[in-house]
Nanobody, 122 residues
Framework: QVQLVESGGGLVQAGGSLRLSCLASGRILNINVMGWYRQAPGKQRELVAAITGDGSTNYADSVKGRFTISRENAKKTVTLQMHSLKTEDTAVYYC????????????????WGQGTQVTVSS
């Protein structure tokens, strides 16, 4: 089964840094777009950053200049490096990827990780 597993969340003071990683595993033929979303309490899930297979990136305006997304295709990983964290960055962060592989059947589907908590204190 295809799955995404995140790591690296935690508690950090405002102005600090954190690094999130996500590993895709399972019967995978190809990974298209990989990205990070976040959901704060009482708010909708929102895109933080995304990266295509050829390295093109897209960022939410609120994180531009502070966050960097990268991926290693051979290792099937995507990383979000976060600097200058603000209290408003506090949320559960989810890894997302469009993967061609075998989940419950062969095909191309969007997969989600289980989420990792990022808490930024003032």
């Amino acid at each position: 089964q295809v799955q995404l597993v995140e790591s690296g969340g935690g508690l950090v003071q405002a102005g600090g840094s954190l690094r999130l990683s996500c590993l895709a595993s399972g019967r995978i033929l190809n990974i298209n777009v990989m990205g990070w979303y976040r959901q704060a309490p009482g708010k909708q899930r929102e895109l933080v950053a995304a990266i295509t297979g050829d390295g093109s990136t897209n960022y939410a305006d609120s994180v531009k200049g502070r966050f960097t997304i990268s991926r290693e295709n051979a290792k099937k990983t995507v990383t979000l490096q976060m600097h200058s964290l603000k209290t408003e960055d506090t949320a559960v962060y989810y890894c997302n990827a469009e993967i061609s592989g075998y989940g419950s059947r062969w095909g191309t589907y969007a997969y989600w990780g289980q989420g990792t908590q990022v808490t930024v204190s003032s």
